[in-house]
């Protein structure tokens, strides 16, 4: 598959023999839940006459994950006003000015736009750049804040540069082996941050000294995903060393020491990522089948202790999944890389139920729906074929 060659993308639902007028209400249903719904289920708000926010609600913050996963929900589905409504409250708020952190945005902040913390976290950049330009490629390019080619262009930048010709900070690429970092200079990654397909395109559209990097770290982190996922299982690590192997001791966040060497949360992500890069470029560098090995791997676990935290090599712990509906949509959408040529019948098969178990999975409620059903609404875009390279 090479979609953003072809510029035909696949509807996975219609091909598990569901309706494609069904597919679209329900598209337009959930996309209405999640930003309009009651407070039981919206994750979006409106603030003041010109900007939005993505609330996390179980910590009840804005964060640039859910900032930027909002933005490029957004240009997928042609919503521009809460597209720009969402990259205004980034800007004002979460865009630092000066000091270490210029260039980059402070990841959490509280609901008034007061920082939580300085430091920024590499996904949200990612995906703000490259949200910004899809919507500069299918709105075209405004005034100020709103041309959004210009700013991608100085997020990437900063990215790969900060620390550089007196400028303070750390960059968040590690230059040696072009593997994008958990937070900017420190010595390990989260595979769930490696973007293959989108360094595909900055190498197309970033600036022009920063072509060749991406480039290089779009195979550079093809091959890492083939090194980080589970020869067995698929699963990989939330964070893990530059080798791909689980990071080891515990990390320690607000001095407290917490395991992140299982298959949890972020990790989800991985397969999602996966699953969109076959679709969009289709070059494999044995990444390509983990989606197959987890989908395979969690099908044939008891359905009542299917979503739990494992050790990547797929020994259950006794503990559920915090963010099951995640799992299981971030899961799904691997199936973009499950259901391609060479991959066998029995597989398929199980791929294509679980596309129509997911399409009946209603969003998830309540306090711990934000990082669920942004997974939810990514997979939803991916299978339905409308989470496209603009």
């Known amino acids: 598959m090479n979609a953003f060659k072809t510029g035909i993308y696949r509807n996975l639902f219609k091909e598990a023999g569901i309706e494609e007028d069904t597919i679209n209400k329900r598209l337009d249903e959930i996309f209405n839940t999640f930003f309009y719904g009651d407070e039981d289920t919206r994750i979006y708000h409106e603030a003041g006459d010109d900007m939005g926010y993505l609330v996390d609600t179980g910590n009840t913050d804005v964060r640039t994950?859910?900032?930027?996963?909002?933005?490029?929900?957004?240009?997928?589905l042609d919503k521009k006003e809460e597209f720009d409504r969402?990259?205004?409250?980034?800007?004002?708020?979460?865009?630092?000015?000066?000091?270490p952190e210029e260039g980059y945005f402070a990841w959490s902040c509280s609901l008034d736009g007061r920082h939580n913390f300085e430091g920024a976290a590499p996904d949200g950049e990612e995906f703000f750049a490259m949200s910004?330009?899809?919507?500069?490629?299918?709105?075209?390019?405004?005034?100020?804040?709103?041309?959004?080619?210009?700013?991608?262009?100085?997020?990437?930048?900063?990215?790969?540069?900060?620390?550089?010709?007196?400028?303070?900070?750390?960059?968040?690429?590690?230059?040696?082996?072009?593997?994008?970092?958990?937070?900017?200079?420190?010595?390990?990654?989260?595979?769930?941050?490696?973007?293959p397909h989108f360094y595909e395109l900055w190498a197309l559209w970033a600036n022009e000294e920063d072509r060749q990097f991406f480039k290089e770290a779009a195979a550079a982190s093809r091959r890492y995903l083939a090194a980080a996922c589970d020869r067995d299982t698929g699963m990989n690590a939330e964070y893990a060393a530059f080798d791909g192997s689980p990071m080891r001791p515990p990390?320690?966040?607000?001095?407290?020491?917490?395991?992140?060497?299982?298959?949890?949360?972020?990790?989800?992500?991985?397969?999602a990522n996966i699953g969109l890069d076959c679709e969009w470029f289709g070059e494999d560098c044995g990444h390509l089948s983990a989606p197959a090995r987890l989908i395979t791997f969690l099908d044939s676990q008891p359905e009542d202790t299917r979503y739990s935290v494992y050790e990547i090599d797929g020994t259950r712990l006794d503990e559920p999944a915090l963010h099951p509906t995640g799992m299981q949509a971030a899961t799904t959408q691997g199936a973009l890389a499950v259901l391609r040529d060479g991959v066998d019948d029995k597989t398929k098969e199980t791929a294509y139920r679980w596309i129509r178990d997911f399409f009946d999975t209603p969003l998830r409620k309540g306090d711990r729906r934000y990082y669920d059903n942004c997974l939810y609404m990514f997979a939803f875009l991916a299978l339905s074929g409308n989470y496209r390279a603009w």
Not at 159 to 171: D, M, S, T, Y
Not at 256 to 266: A, E, G, I, N
């Open 65 to 76: 994950e859910g900032m930027s996963y909002g933005m490029m929900i957004c240009v997928q």
């Open 132 to 195: 910004l330009f899809f919507a500069s490629h299918r709105w075209g390019d405004g005034d100020g804040i709103f041309e959004y080619s210009k700013h991608a262009r100085a997020i990437l930048s900063a990215c790969l540069h900060k620390g550089e010709n007196g400028r303070q900070g750390a960059p968040m690429w590690n230059h040696d082996n072009k593997q994008v970092l958990f937070v900017a200079g420190c010595d390990f990654t989260d595979p769930s941050y490696h973007l």
């Open 251 to 271: 990390y320690k966040w607000n001095s407290h020491p917490q395991r992140h060497d299982l298959f949890f949360s972020d990790s989800y992500r991985t397969a």
């Open 86 to 99: 969402i990259w205004k409250w980034a800007y004002t708020y979460m865009w630092q000015k000066d000091g």
